[in-house]
């Protein structure tokens, strides 16, 4: 649709090289489908993103509640989750969604800054990271940022595994 349309035209944002064409990842395509669908005032704005699993010590409910209470934060940016299976969630992930979904309905209009992308292949987080900090396609603006809303993270391994060298391309 029109957005791939965009992205092509502008030449910005995650791609993939495959055979001498450029193609965009699934992950940026439907991230990118998705903002499109928010308020026209959230296109264009970096994006928060955050990926985990969804439970409780990953603290996907605290980081949207975080968001949801930050009205400078909500104003300059859309949050942005990666993780879960959305459509046949576990029981422990159905109950982050719950969390989340109590989150954004006791702060209205919360639910037109957060997206939720569910699991992604490695390689596709590595260009939503590139998206990011580059943006894409007009509607990512640059300069977003990474949050990690973990209790906590053994050795530090998340951070380093999101591969930020990726983010310099």
């Known amino acids: 649709?029109?957005?791939?349309?965009?992205?092509?035209?502008?030449?910005?944002?995650?791609?993939?090289?495959?055979?001498?064409?450029?193609?965009?990842s699934e992950a940026l395509s439907d991230l990118l489908s998705r903002i499109a669908e928010l308020p026209l005032a959230r296109h264009g704005l970096?994006?928060?993103?955050?990926?985990?699993?969804l439970n409780e010590l990953k603290g996907m409910a605290r980081l949207v509640e975080a968001f949801g209470l930050d009205g400078a934060l909500r104003d300059r940016a859309n949050l942005v989750i990666v993780g879960g299976d959305l459509e046949n969630p576990t029981p422990e992930e159905h109950a982050e969604l719950a969390r989340i979904a109590r989150v954004t309905a006791a702060h209205p209009g919360l639910d037109e800054t957060v997206v939720l992308l569910g699991h992604r292949p490695n390689g596709e987080v590595a260009d939503l990271l590139g998206a990011a900090r580059h943006g894409a396609a007009g509607f990512i603006g640059?300069?977003?940022?990474?949050a990690c809303a973990s209790r906590k993270e053994e050795f530090g391994l998340a951070i380093r595994w999101k591969n930020p060298a990726r983010l310099a391309r």
Not at 142 to 146: E, F, N, S, T, V
């Open 142 to 146: 640059r300069g977003g940022a990474y």
């Open 46 to 53: 970096p994006i928060v993103l955050s990926v985990g699993r």
């Open 1 to 24: 649709g029109h957005i791939r349309r965009a992205v092509a035209a502008r030449g910005r944002g995650g791609r993939e090289r495959e055979q001498g064409k450029t193609r965009m």
